[in-house]
């Protein structure tokens, strides 16, 4: 069956001028009106097919133009023998299905009688609800409004609205990802709208009434009422009264029929335009027909045409006054969001049709001309699409800013790895995802780096490229997403001179930022080095030919997934953008996109058996043999791979085949066979390394700039590490960039070393042999005693011995058992050279330090700088050794204390030191004395320190007391009792209140209300009642750091008990929590059908869901665990729900409701607190029955 489709398009403008606001409010409102019907629809094939078509269509039209009314006339023809009751029920079905169909995103009018073209502004502006002070003006579109002798220059031009063709269109399809588990589902946020930059005035009525008639006249259009010209006054009257001709706000049409218009009538024929309220009899239809009825008029108006001519926006941004320079809050909030098709002649930032524009995969060939033609911005968008494609004319499609062609991709990577296959190729069609789980509950805006805010310009110009390349959203006046996090932006300065990079600072603030709330797994990355081209070129050859090449803007080809646009946002300049494509500042941004570099170099090795090639994130390096094309060959065909799949190339960094060149920052001569710093960083490293050997004092900024340079160096300049041990040590403990550090005479040593290697060997190497050498195959061994012994070494038939003298008899073993490896080398080096030699050793802890050339220790430090380059590997037979016992044992008391414990501990002795430093200057802090303690309490009592953290710094002053077996003085009666008096003077009441079993039912029950995810409302539904029933501290089942994961309960800990296949009970093994004495805890809970909070039934359906096998226990279906910021938020929604102050109430309120309902019930002191697993009577404080 083929339907007959008569269609029409109108644009409609509306402008309201709001008397309390003291200003035009204006939108635009699009109507389609739809004509359906045709002699071949039978009984048989109506109404359900017809229907479906409708919606089709509608749904089509509704997407493409954003239309906010659609109005469907003579819906059903009548047939042959049917009955006037069957044809109502008919199309009451069919009402029914379109209206349940396209609810919620159209207003539908269905109207099936001969006059729907001539009602249709009535019925249009009835759906318009207006403020009875208002003034509605509106126009439509019926071809265009001049005549044929004017000057067609003076019409503005406005696309085209072109009808399509309902048989051949594409549906979008809809992007299923769904958003990920680890923060509280959200409805889909939309952009907002974006702002211009305006000057500011105001006009006043009388102004707006005369600019209008004006201009009107300069446009040979009169405007008049009851056949008279309008007066300025009496427009102006319209204005700032609401008075216009009876226009009293009721829309009713039997009272609105009989209003006289103020009409607006060119001198020609050709057409009218009317300001409210309308006829039903649509003069502007009739006069421009030259019809006297209003029949026929529908076949006058050209339904059947294709193209509908000029928009209705013509008469208005004629008319309105918008020249003039208005208030810029009123055109900011008012006009600008309501104009559409406004130019915004002072905008810098230029704006797609229907979205931000840049080419895509499936535009390439579209000039950058036209990306400008529109002035739309991206909040214009349907709310039903992501991206329509710029210049190339309206299309049901979306795409992502990346010109990566997918299809093609995904067919070289035939018989790649299926993983990593599916992740570039569903990554490069959907988008790729961060994975941090960051949610920010408070909305910050931190400012912008120093650099950027110093170079405006530069700033201002980059987000307009990017803006115009699709990678960059907005600018959006408020945050475009309810959960936007924002970043600070910076400048980085590149290479060339006066060039810049833009970074956006995922890692600000320090730990809580998009980067530390991203795991470790998605950041960390191995790369291809230097080392790798060394054996490249050792494998083919004096003279080898190499070549390289360059990917452009690597990190934006990546696109982002669009449900983590809200990870990416900024503030500039007071407005708000989001990045869509991958940032230079994301911790995943290397992963993502090596990960890509690496398949292109697994398809160049397999499908085209290019192997001499090499790659590091963006640059690809390849080498032939001399005297041959394959160098050649292997770069033409990667810049031909690049080109089938979209991937640009840098053209000016791209190099042809030569036997010096330089790749990864490393100058490679195959004719001499070395490996040298560039001539520009060695004249760099040289003048700072200059500048620092006549200064006393640098700034931090200064000291990690030349570390950072030095430590590139050490890619060339092997041994040139052990030199940096001592640098980067007086940079531990400073933030502060400005911080000045003194240069000690160890850092001028080793600043003079590094000037020597640079200097006098001019940043050189040569290729090391690739063999490694064992010490066996050498027959070089070497060894060491303790106290009472020496040291020996054996190199062939010549050795060495000797017994350690007095002053170096109590150095540490591995001093000793490094010191006669360092002599050997000493000894037989020149024999060694350019040999990389394998040495076996009984020491772990030797291994280390020489394979990273650097150690805390001072006297190891000083044996490291003297060997050149050696590497070491472990001896089987070094387990169990007296040296690697003790060395386990200190890492075993090491990991006593958390790292977060160590540091606190670290802190607090300084405070302490540094008090018995001004108050016993002639006593040594350790160890103590009561009265020293004594005063030091009293010392921080004075301070204003709370009793809590008081005993806080006792507690790290008695533990160094215990580990040193020294007499602890803070265990003293007298020490106790100073404690105990603090505590009195400043008690702090804890007013949280407990989350009781009445309060935990109604909160359970608010869950399926607040939270919209069904995994997350039976995950929390678990959370809180496990919290309650086995006294849990939120921490000890939701993690605040990825570090944190092993901490909390594990799925592991938890067991089901079952009978007849129906759960029965439950046991929680508790290992890891707070004051644990290293035996677990296990809780038993039995099941309650009738308690809806019951723990057993809320953890079986969640046991349901999961699909990790391993782990903690709470985890989202992503993997990630649940967040410590998770369970906050949703507790707090869930409290404001049920009328709780969010304020009393918190985590720690389930802990505490467990204390106080067990001793309601008349537990023990003795048995609460063995449930809840307190160490000391602090359980008393958690037992609150006065707010039970």
Same mark, same amino acid.
């Given at each position: 069956?083929?339907?007959?489709?008569?269609?029409?398009?109108?644009?409609?403008?509306?402008?309201?001028?709001?008397?309390?606001?003291?200003?035009?409010?204006?939108?635009?409102?699009?109507?389609?009106?739809?004509?359906?019907?045709?002699?071949?629809?039978?009984?048989?094939?109506?109404?359900?097919?017809?229907?479906?078509?409708?919606?089709?269509?509608?749904?089509?039209?509704?997407?493409?133009?954003?239309?906010?009314?659609?109005?469907?006339? /003579?819906?059903?023809?009548?047939?042959?023998?049917?009955?006037?009751?069957?044809?109502?029920?008919?199309?009451?079905?069919?009402?029914?299905?379109?209206?349940?169909?396209?609810?919620?995103?159209?207003?539908?009018?269905?109207?099936?009688?001969?006059?729907?073209?001539?009602?249709?502004?009535?019925?249009?502006?009835?759906?318009?609800?207006?403020?009875?002070?208002?003034?509605?003006?509106?126009?439509?579109?019926?071809?265009?409004?001049?005549?044929? #002798?004017?000057?067609?220059?003076?019409?503005?031009?406005?696309?085209?609205?072109?009808?399509?063709?309902?048989?051949?269109?594409?549906?979008?399809?809809?992007?299923?990802?769904?958003?990920?588990?680890?923060?509280?589902?959200?409805?889909?946020?939309?952009?907002?709208?974006?702002?211009?930059?305006?000057?500011?005035?105001?006009?006043?009525?009388?102004?707006?009434?005369?600019?209008?008639?004006?201009?009107?006249?300069?446009?040979?259009?009169? +405007?008049?009422?009851?056949?008279?010209?309008?007066?300025?006054?009496?427009?102006?009257?319209?204005?700032?009264?609401?008075?216009?001709?009876?226009?009293?706000?009721?829309?009713?049409?039997?009272?609105?029929?009989?209003?006289?218009?103020? /009409?607006?009538?060119?001198?020609?024929?050709?057409?009218?335009?009317?300001?409210?309220?309308?006829?039903?009899?649509?003069?502007?239809?009739?006069?421009?027909?030259?019809?006297?009825?209003?029949?026929?008029?529908?076949?006058?108006?050209?339904?059947?045409?294709?193209?509908?001519?000029?928009?209705?926006?013509?008469?208005?941004?004629?008319?309105?006054?918008?020249?003039?320079?208005?208030?810029?809050?009123?055109?900011?909030?008012?006009?600008?969001?309501?104009?559409?098709?406004?130019?915004? +002649?002072?905008?810098?930032?230029?704006?797609?049709?229907?979205?931000?524009?840049?080419?895509?995969?499936?535009?390439?060939?579209?000039?950058?001309?036209?990306?400008?033609?529109?002035?739309?911005?991206?909040?214009?968008?349907?709310?039903?699409?992501?991206?329509?494609?710029?210049?190339?004319?309206?299309?049901?499609?979306?795409?992502?800013?990346?010109?990566?062609?997918?299809?093609?991709?995904?067919?070289?990577?035939?018989?790649?790895?299926?993983?990593?296959?599916?992740?570039?190729?569903?990554?490069?069609?959907?988008?790729?995802?961060?994975?941090?789980?960051?949610?920010?509950?408070?909305?910050?805006?931190?400012?912008?780096?120093?650099?950027?805010?110093?170079?405006?310009?530069?700033?201002?110009?980059?987000?307009?490229?990017?803006?115009?390349?699709?990678?960059?959203?907005?600018?959006?006046?408020?945050?475009?997403?309810? #959960?936007?996090?924002?970043?600070?932006?910076?400048?980085?300065?590149?290479?060339?001179?006066?060039?810049?990079?833009?970074?956006?600072?995922?890692?600000?603030?320090?730990?809580?930022?998009?980067?530390?709330?991203?795991?470790?797994?998605?950041?960390?990355?191995?790369? /291809?080095?230097?080392?790798?081209?060394?054996?490249?070129?050792?494998?083919?050859?004096?003279?080898?030919?190499?070549?390289?090449?360059?990917?452009?803007?690597?990190?934006?080809?990546?696109?982002?997934?669009?449900?983590?646009?809200?990870?990416?946002?900024?503030?500039?300049?007071?407005?708000?953008?989001?990045?869509?494509?991958?940032?230079?500042?994301?911790?995943?941004?290397?992963?993502?996109?090596?990960?890509?570099?690496?398949?292109?170099?697994?398809?160049?090795?397999?499908?085209?058996?290019?192997?001499?090639?090499?790659?590091?994130?963006?640059?690809?390096?390849?080498?032939?043999?001399?005297?041959?094309?394959?160098?050649?060959?292997?770069?033409?065909?990667?810049?031909?791979?690049?080109?089938?799949?979209?991937?640009?190339?840098?053209?000016?960094?791209?190099?042809?085949?030569?036997?010096?060149?330089?790749?990864?920052?490393?100058?490679?001569?195959?004719?001499?066979?070395?490996?040298?710093?560039?001539?520009?960083?060695?004249?760099?490293?040289?003048? *700072?390394?200059?500048?620092?050997?006549?200064?006393?004092?640098?700034?931090?900024?200064?000291?990690?700039?030349?570390?950072?340079?030095?430590?590139?160096?050490?890619?060339?300049?092997?041994?040139?590490?052990?030199?940096?041990?001592? +640098?980067?040590?007086?940079?531990?403990?400073?933030?502060?960039?400005?911080?000045?550090?003194?240069?000690?005479?160890?850092?001028?040593?080793?600043?003079?070393?590094?000037?020597?290697?640079?200097?006098?060997?001019?940043?050189?190497?040569?290729?090391?042999?690739?063999?490694?050498?064992?010490?066996?195959?050498?027959?070089?061994?070497?060894?060491?005693?303790?106290?009472?012994?020496?040291?020996?070494?054996?190199?062939?038939?010549?050795?060495?011995?000797?017994?350690?003298?007095?002053?170096?008899?109590?150095?540490?073993?591995?001093?000793?058992?490094?010191?006669?490896?360092?002599?050997?080398?000493?000894?037989?080096?020149?024999? *060694?050279?350019?040999?990389?030699?394998?040495?076996?050793?009984?020491?772990?802890?030797?291994?280390?330090?020489?394979?990273?050339?650097?150690?805390?220790?001072?006297?190891?430090?000083?044996?490291?700088?003297?060997?050149?380059?050696?590497?070491?590997?472990?001896?089987?037979?070094?387990?169990?050794?007296?040296?690697?016992?003790?060395?386990?044992?200190?890492?075993?008391?090491?990991?006593?204390?958390?790292?977060?414990?160590?540091?606190?501990?670290?802190?607090?002795?300084?405070?302490?030191?540094?008090?018995?430093?001004?108050?016993?200057?002639?006593?040594?802090?350790?160890?103590?004395?009561?009265?020293?303690?004594?005063?030091?309490?009293?010392?921080?009592?004075?301070?204003?320190?709370?009793?809590?953290?008081?005993?806080?710094?006792?507690?790290?002053?008695?533990?160094?007391?215990?580990?040193?077996?020294?007499?602890?003085?803070?265990?003293?009666?007298?020490?106790?009792?100073?404690?105990?008096?603090? /505590?009195?003077?400043?008690?702090?009441?804890?007013?949280?209140?407990?989350?009781?079993?009445?309060?935990?039912?109604?909160?359970?029950?608010?869950?399926?209300?607040?939270?919209?995810?069904?995994?997350?409302?039976?995950?929390?539904?678990?959370?809180?009642?496990?919290?309650?029933?086995?006294?849990?501290?939120?921490?000890?089942?939701?993690?605040?750091?990825?570090?944190?994961?092993?901490?909390?309960?594990?799925?592991?800990? *938890?067991?089901?008990?079952?009978?007849?296949?129906?759960?029965?009970?439950?046991?929680?093994?508790?290992?890891?929590?707070?004051?644990?004495?290293?035996?677990?805890?296990?809780?038993?809970?039995?099941?309650?059908?009738?308690?809806?909070?019951?723990?057993?039934?809320?953890?079986?359906?969640?046991?349901?869901?999961?699909?990790?096998?391993?782990?903690?226990?709470?985890?989202?279906?992503?993997?990630?665990?649940?967040?410590?910021?998770?369970?906050?938020?949703?507790?707090?929604?869930?409290?404001?729900?049920?009328?709780?102050?969010?304020?009393?109430?918190?985590?720690?309120?389930?802990?505490?409701?467990?204390?106080?309902?067990?001793?309601?019930?008349?537990?023990?002191?003795?048995?609460?607190?063995?449930?809840?697993?307190?160490?000391?009577?602090?359980?008393?404080?958690?037992?609150?029955?006065?707010?039970?």
């Amino acid at each position: 069956m083929v339907l007959k489709f008569k269609w029409n398009l109108q644009a409609w403008e509306e402008v309201l001028y709001d008397r309390d606001l003291n200003a035009f409010k204006k939108k635009i409102l699009y109507t389609v009106f739809m004509q359906i019907g045709g002699n071949d629809l039978t009984q048989e094939n109506y109404p359900d097919k017809l229907a479906r078509d409708i919606v089709s269509f509608a749904d089509y039209v509704i997407t493409v133009y954003g239309v906010s009314h659609v109005v469907i006339g /003579q819906l059903l023809p009548r047939y042959s023998g049917s009955s006037g009751h069957d044809y109502n029920e008919k199309v009451n079905k069919v009402n029914r299905w379109l209206d349940l169909s396209l609810k919620g995103r159209v207003n539908i009018t269905f109207w099936h009688h001969r006059g729907l073209w001539n009602n249709t502004a009535s019925l249009l502006i009835d759906q318009v609800h207006l403020n009875n002070a208002g003034m509605l003006i509106y126009a439509k579109n019926v071809r265009a409004a001049v005549d044929a #002798n004017s000057d067609a220059d003076s019409v503005p031009v406005i696309p085209d609205i072109v009808a399509p063709q309902p048989r051949r269109r594409k549906r979008a399809r809809a992007d299923t990802t769904q958003v990920p588990a680890d923060r509280p589902v959200q409805p889909v946020q939309q952009p907002a709208e974006s702002i211009p930059q305006i000057p500011v005035a105001h006009p006043s009525a009388d102004q707006i009434a005369a600019a209008m008639i004006s201009q009107l006249k300069d446009s040979g259009v009169q +405007l008049t009422v009851n056949r008279e010209p309008v007066t300025t006054n009496f427009l102006t009257n319209c204005l700032t009264d609401g008075v216009s001709h009876d226009n009293t706000g009721r829309r009713d049409l039997t009272n609105v029929h009989n209003a006289e218009p103020i /009409q607006i009538a060119e001198s020609g024929p050709n057409s009218s335009y009317v300001l409210a309220p309308p006829l039903v009899t649509d003069p502007d239809v009739l006069a421009y027909t030259g019809q006297d009825t209003v029949e026929g008029s529908s076949q006058a108006l050209g339904i059947d045409n294709s193209a509908m001519g000029k928009t209705a926006t013509y008469i208005l941004q004629n008319t309105l006054p918008l020249g003039f320079n208005v208030d810029e809050k009123i055109r900011r909030d008012i006009w600008l969001e309501l104009l559409p098709f406004q130019d915004r +002649l002072s905008s810098k930032i230029i704006h797609s049709q229907w979205g931000t524009a840049g080419p895509t995969a499936d535009q390439e060939n579209v000039p950058t001309s036209q990306l400008a033609n529109s002035n739309t911005s991206v909040s214009d968008v349907p709310k039903n699409m992501q991206q329509f494609h710029a210049g190339k004319g309206l299309q049901n499609s979306t795409s992502l800013p990346t010109p990566v062609r997918v299809n093609k991709l995904n067919h070289f990577l035939q018989g790649y790895d299926s993983n990593l296959k599916y992740r570039l190729v569903h990554g490069f069609k959907f988008g790729f995802k961060l994975n941090s789980s960051l949610i920010q509950t408070d909305k910050i805006f931190p400012k912008n780096h120093k650099s950027a805010r110093e170079n405006p310009d530069i700033v201002n110009k980059k987000i307009s490229k990017e803006i115009l390349k699709g990678r960059l959203r907005g600018p959006f006046k408020d945050p475009p997403f309810e #959960n936007f996090i924002c970043s600070p932006l910076g400048l980085v300065p590149k290479k060339e001179e006066g060039s810049f990079r833009l970074i956006h600072d995922l890692s600000f603030p320090k730990g809580d930022s998009v980067n530390s709330w991203t795991p470790i797994e998605f950041t960390s990355v191995s790369y /291809q080095n230097i080392e790798t081209v060394i054996d490249l070129v050792q494998e083919f050859g004096l003279n080898c030919l190499m070549s390289k090449a360059d990917i452009l803007e690597a990190f934006r080809l990546v696109p982002v997934h669009s449900s983590e646009y809200h990870l990416l946002g900024f503030k500039w300049q007071n407005l708000f953008y989001y990045d869509a494509a991958l940032p230079m500042g994301a911790s995943a941004s290397c992963q993502l996109f090596e990960c890509f570099s690496t398949a292109l170099q697994w398809i160049l090795n397999t499908k085209f058996e290019i192997n001499g090639m090499s790659h590091l994130l963006d640059d690809f390096f390849f080498v032939g043999k001399a005297g041959t094309n394959e160098c050649s060959i292997a770069l033409n065909t990667f810049l031909a791979l690049a080109e089938k799949l979209g991937v640009p190339i840098k053209d000016e960094k791209t190099q042809t085949p030569t036997t010096c060149i330089t790749i990864y920052g490393i100058e490679i001569d195959s004719q001499s066979m070395i490996a040298r710093l560039p001539q520009d960083k060695i004249e760099k490293v040289l003048g *700072l390394l200059t500048k620092f050997k006549v200064k006393r004092k640098v700034t931090l900024r200064e000291l990690q700039s030349l570390l950072g340079l030095l430590n590139f160096a050490c890619s060339v300049i092997v041994p040139g590490r052990a030199f940096l041990r001592r +640098l980067f040590d007086l940079t531990l403990g400073h933030t502060c960039p400005h911080f000045r550090i003194t240069l000690n005479s160890e850092a001028r040593a080793d600043l003079k070393a590094w000037y020597e290697f640079i200097f006098n060997f001019n940043g050189k190497s040569c290729f090391l042999f690739k063999q490694w050498v064992s010490s066996e195959s050498l027959k070089l061994y070497s060894d060491a005693a303790g106290v009472y012994g020496g040291f020996a070494a054996v190199f062939g038939s010549k050795w060495f011995s000797g017994q350690w003298p007095p002053e170096l008899k109590d150095l540490h073993i591995t001093v000793k058992e490094l010191f006669p490896i360092v002599l050997a080398i000493e000894i037989w080096g020149k024999t *060694l050279a350019n040999h990389k030699v394998l040495f076996m050793t009984d020491n772990q802890a030797v291994a280390d330090i020489i394979n990273k050339t650097s150690s805390k220790d001072k006297n190891l430090m000083k044996l490291v700088r003297s060997p050149s380059n050696c590497s070491l590997v472990k001896s089987k037979s070094s387990y169990g050794s007296t040296a690697s016992l003790e060395s386990v044992t200190a890492q075993l008391l090491q990991a006593s204390l958390s790292h977060s414990t160590r540091q606190s501990y670290k802190r607090m002795l300084n405070v302490f030191q540094q008090f018995c430093k001004e108050k016993f200057p002639v006593v040594q802090p350790f160890p103590s004395t009561s009265i020293m303690i004594a005063h030091f309490i009293s010392f921080l009592f004075l301070k204003n320190y709370q009793p809590s953290t008081i005993a806080s710094y006792i507690s790290a002053i008695s533990f160094v007391h215990k580990l040193n077996f020294w007499s602890d003085p803070t265990d003293s009666f007298f020490i106790k009792k100073i404690i105990k008096g603090a /505590q009195n003077l400043r008690s702090s009441s804890d007013n949280r209140l407990p989350i009781t079993k009445e309060i935990l039912s109604k909160l359970v029950a608010a869950i399926p209300v607040v939270v919209q995810s069904p995994y997350n409302q039976i995950l929390l539904r678990a959370m809180m009642s496990l919290a309650f029933y086995c006294f849990l501290r939120i921490g000890e089942m939701a993690v605040k750091s990825e570090s944190r994961k092993n901490n909390v309960i594990q799925l592991s800990d *938890l067991n089901i008990e079952f009978e007849n296949k129906v759960s029965k009970r439950m046991t929680v093994t508790m290992r890891n929590y707070k004051h644990s004495d290293m035996q677990p805890k296990t809780i038993s809970i039995d099941k309650n059908t009738s308690n809806i909070a019951c723990p057993v039934m809320a953890m079986s359906s969640y046991l349901n869901l999961v699909k990790h096998n391993s782990g903690p226990l709470f985890q989202f279906p992503c993997g990630t665990p649940v967040s410590y910021a998770f369970f906050s938020a949703s507790l707090k929604a869930v409290l404001n729900f049920v009328g709780l102050n969010t304020q009393l109430y918190k985590g720690h309120s389930f802990r505490i409701g467990a204390a106080t309902s067990a001793a309601a019930k008349g537990v023990s002191l003795e048995v609460i607190q063995q449930m809840g697993r307190w160490k000391s009577n602090a359980v008393k404080n958690y037992i609150r029955l006065h707010n039970f």
